[in-house]
C-alpha cells in the first residue's frame, strides 16, 4: 500500500510564477490536508479537504494560494504570482474517512522562490 | 479556535536518560491528540497518539499521559538513544477529520 505522495519534491520558481504543488493521498483514504512548513518552525495548517469540497480553509491565505480535490486525480495545491516568503515545506497529509483522524505525511514539496 | 502551546523548544540529555515534553491544549472538545516525529528533511511521523477517553498510553520507550481537566499532555521517552535525536510535535483535533492543531515542536538531541 503506497503511502502518501507528493510532486514535485523540489521546486524552483521565480517571482511572479505560478507553483502547482500535488498530493495524491494513501488508497482508501478521502480526506486531504495541506499544512506549510518555514524553516525550523513548525506545521501550520492551511486547508482540509474532500473530494469535491473544501471543508476547512481558515488557514489559506486570502490571496494568492487556492486548493482543490477533485473526483478523480490528485489534490492540488496552487500559489500564483510567488512571493520569496511563500519559499517553505508544503506537507499534505491524509486520512481514511469516517472520521478516522490519524494523519499520514507525504514526503513534502520544497518550493523556493528565487 | 484552538489553540496548542508546546515546551520546551530544545530539550538536550544524555543518552539513556529520560525526555519530556509536555503540550496544553484550549479547546475542551478536542479529542485526539498524536505526537509526530521529524527527522531533518523528512516528513513528520506518527509515533503514538491518544484519545481522550485514555489517560495514559504506552508503546515500548515512549509513553503518552492526558490530563483532560487541565487540557494538558505529555510525551515521555526514556532510555533514550542518539536516534531519538529530531523534532517532536504535538498536536491536537477533534474527531470527524476536524482541522489538527500542531504545536511548535521540540528540537531534541541526545548526547551519546
Known amino acids: 500500500n503506497a503511502g502518501v505522495m507528493q510532486n514535485p519534491r523540489h521546486l524552483v520558481r521565480r517571482r511572479g510564477q505560478e507553483a502547482r504543488l500535488r498530493c495524491s493521498p494513501m488508497?482508501?483514504?478521502?480526506?486531504v490536508y495541506w499544512y506549510r512548513q518555514l524553516p525550523e518552525e513548525g506545521l501550520k495548517f492551511m486547508v482540509y479537504l474532500q473530494k469535491e469540497n473544501i471543508i476547512d480553509e481558515s488557514g489559506m491565505p486570502k490571496e494568492r494560494f487556492s486548493a482543490e480535490f477533485p473526483k478523480e486525480g490528485p489534490s492540488i495545491l496552487r500559489i500564483q504570482q510567488v512571493v520569496r516568503g511563500d519559499s517553505a515545506a508544503y506537507f499534505c497529509?491524509?486520512?481514511?474517512?469516517?472520521?478516522?483522524?490519524?494523519?499520514?505525511f507525504g514526503p513534502g514539496t520544497r518550493l523556493l522562490v528565487l | 479556535g484552538e489553540n496548542v502551546e508546546q515546551h520546551p523548544s530544545t530539550l538536550s540529555v544524555q543518552e539513556g536518560d529520560s525526555a519530556v515534553i509536555k503540550c496544553t491544549y484550549s479547546d475542551s472538545a478536542s479529542n485526539y491528540f498524536p505526537w509526530y516525529k521529524q527527522e531533518l528533511g523528512k516528513r513528520p511521523q506518527l509515533i503514538i497518539d491518544i484519545r481522550s477517553n485514555v489517560g495514559e498510553k504506552k508503546d515500548q520507550r515512549i509513553a503518552v499521559t492526558l490530563n483532560k481537566t487541565a487540557k494538558h499532555f505529555s510525551l515521555h521517552i526514556t532510555e533514550t538513544q542518539p536516534e531519538d535525536s529530531a523534532v517532536y510535535f504535538c498536536a491536537a483535533s477533534m474527531r470527524g477529520g476536524f482541522k489538527t492543531i500542531f504545536g511548535a515542536g521540540t528540537r531534541l538531541f541526545v548526547k551519546a
Open positions: 497529509a491524509s486520512s481514511p474517512p469516517h472520521g478516522e483522524e490519524t494523519q499520514y
Open positions: 488508497k482508501g483514504h478521502s480526506h
